[in-house]
């Protein structure tokens, strides 16, 4: 089975950085996908990660280490928009075909002026 | 390029109902699967269907089940309700490649209410 365990929720500033982080525990590792999900909303992609190291996409940047089973997402010069819940999603090949997304319970991110 | 789309946006059954739901992926887009998002669980894998197959199974009772048309639509069918299935139900799609960067794209889900 998989278990990916990230924080539950987090406040940080405008204009700030922000580090979410999340760790998982899988078999036959297949990727590790970031998402953002507005309440009341779908969530949207951000990023991927398959290879260990840093993936930088503007404001919003995801590392990922395989030997540590671990991953964040790097958010800067955070805006009052970025408040949302960030979910953190394995997914892990079984032979037969690639897995559904195995997602963490989200980081719930508030934003503070 | 449109994106996922689901019908309905709302439903509200009663226990002991049964229910159906709708997904259209994005065009060209072969992989459609299914999740349960609850405050309690978060979001959970219910199943995956590629080319009219399924292709992966969470761990869902067998009142849940899906289907997937030729045209890649996918439906899926909730039986003998209970208050426990209300969530909100989102569908994703991706390309269905065996490359690794395979993005899932989410629908706006239908939310279910089982009174």
Redesign the interface.
């Known amino acids: 089975g998989q278990n990916i365990d990230q924080p539950t929720e987090m406040t940080a500033t405008e204009g700030a950085i922000v580090q979410i982080n999340c760790t998982y525990q899988t078999s036959g590792f ?2 590790l ?1 970031w ?1 953002q999900q507005h309440a009341g ?5 951000l990023s ?1 990660n ?1 290879l260990d190291g840093l993936e930088e996409k503007g404001r919003f940047s995801s590392f990922l280490s395989r030997s540590k089973g671990y991953s964040y997402l790097l958010l800067k010069e955070l805006q009052m928009k970025d408040s949302a819940s960030y ?1 953190c ?1 394995v ?1 892990a090949y ?1 032979g ?11 980081t719930h991110l508030i934003i503070q002026p | 390029k449109a994106g996922v789309t689901q019908t309905p946006r709302y439903l509200i059954k009663t226990r002991g109902q049964q229910v159906t739901l709708s997904c259209s992926p994005i065009s060209g887009h072969r992989s459609v699967s299914w999740y349960q998002q609850t405050p309690g669980q978060g979001l959970q894998f219910l199943f995956e269907y590629f080319s009219e197959t399924q292709r992966n199974k969470g761990n869902f009772p067998g009142r849940f089940s899906g289907r997937q048309f030729s045209n890649s639509r996918s439906e899926m069918n909730v039986s003998t309700l209970e208050l426990g299935d209300s969530a909100l139900y989102l569908c994703a799609s991706r390309k269905g490649l065996a490359g690794r960067k395979d993005t899932q794209y989410f629908g706006p889900g239908t939310r279910l209410t089982v009174l």
């Open positions: 297949n990727g996908f998402y909303e779908a969530p949207t992609f991927y398959v979910l999603a997914r079984s037969g075909g690639a897995d559904g997304l195995t997602f963490g319970k989200g």
